[in-house]
């Protein structure tokens, strides 16, 4: 008796049903979530990571020639 054989017989294939259709579910509420979204606050947080402070930067460049990273 393989364990391909022991784990056909388990009967967990009903869990890996549900996992699948839970995951399904859930992606499809964040495309949803995401395409509801206003398109200038998605643009906001898209700059949010840019931001030296970690605040939005309202558009503009933050001028960071020669300085030195920040620890």
Avoid: Y
């Avoid at 495309?31 to 030296?52: F, G, I």
């Amino acid at each position: 008796m393989s364990l391909a054989d022991v784990m056909s017989h388990s009967g967990l294939v009903g869990f890996t049903e549900v996992a699948l259709v839970v995951s399904f579910v859930a992606f499809l509420a964040i495309v949803v979530w995401v395409l509801l979204r206003p398109r200038d606050e998605m643009e906001a947080a898209a700059r949010t990571p840019l931001s030296p402070d970690g605040t939005e930067n309202e558009g503009r460049v933050a001028d960071t020639a020669g300085k030195g990273m920040r620890a």
